[in-house]
């Protein structure tokens, strides 16, 4: 257990779905990430939060939209996805964002987009 | 962009010693991470390295050249349960992680 916990695991959903992924860490940490993991390529950052407040938006389709109520939890809302959008969605804390600071993982969400 | 390069797969055997390389670009760093995923399951924090020289922590090292833009992770003693996949991941000048594709260790009996 990394104090991050995601739901749910397993998400299926056909293209024109909306639904939510959900992240908590119970950590007391200042900073939220979303990552995206496909098969045999490195993550990739879509989203960071500080505070509650977005710092980072590395080009990621409207078609998902983060939303950080509070410091400990983060959503990821997910509308119109494509079949290229299936992948692992992996949410991450840390105490905050200058200078080292490790990044603790939760398990991810599993995403199939039909 | 920023390529952080590591092997794809690599094979050892159980009770052997591995070396796991990774190399990046030289510019904008701020350190250099291992982390560790089991398959279906979350990273997990191996290392950090920031200045030149071997980091041990049990039987895991993680070695760093700043100059070279070259880390490794070595792992001694090898056991069934360090199958896995291995991330190297370099903090860029924002403090953000630019990560490997992972190189997935399979250990034979």
């Known amino acids: 257990e990394t104090g991050v916990t995601q739901t749910p695991r397993h998400l299926v959903m056909g293209m024109t779905n909306k639904k939510s992924l959900k992240c908590e860490q119970h950590l007391g940490h200042n900073a939220m990430y979303w990552y995206k993991q496909s098969a045999k390529k490195p993550l990739e950052l879509m989203f960071v939060y500080s505070l509650e407040e977005r710092v980072e938006n590395n080009s990621v389709p409207s078609r998902f939209s983060p939303e950080c109520p509070n410091s400990s939890h983060l959503f990821l809302h997910l509308h119109t996805l494509q079949p290229e959008d299936s992948a692992l969605y992996l949410c991450?804390?840390?105490?905050?964002?200058?200078?080292?600071?490790?990044?603790?993982f939760g398990p991810g969400t599993r995403l199939t987009v039909l | 962009g920023q390529n952080i390069d590591q092997p794809t797969e690599m094979t050892a055997t159980e009770g052997a010693i591995v070396q796991i390389n990774c190399t990046y670009q030289?510019?904008?760093?701020?350190?250099l991470f291992w982390y560790q995923q089991h398959a279906g399951e979350a990273p997990t924090f191996l290392s950090y390295?920031?200045l030149d020289g071997l980091e041990e922590k049990g039987r895991f090292s993680s070695f760093l050249s700043r100059s070279k833009g070259y880390s490794y992770l070595l792992l001694k003693e090898l056991q069934m349960k360090d199958s896995a996949s291995y991330l190297c991941?370099?903090?860029?000048?924002?403090?953000?992680?630019?990560w490997g594709a992972g190189t997935k260790l399979i250990i034979k009996p």
């Open positions: 991450a804390s840390s105490r905050g964002l200058a200078d080292y600071n490790e990044q603790f």
């Open positions: 991941a370099k903090m860029d000048s924002n403090y953000q992680l630019i």
């Open positions: 030289t510019s904008g760093f701020n350190g």
């Open positions: 390295n920031v």
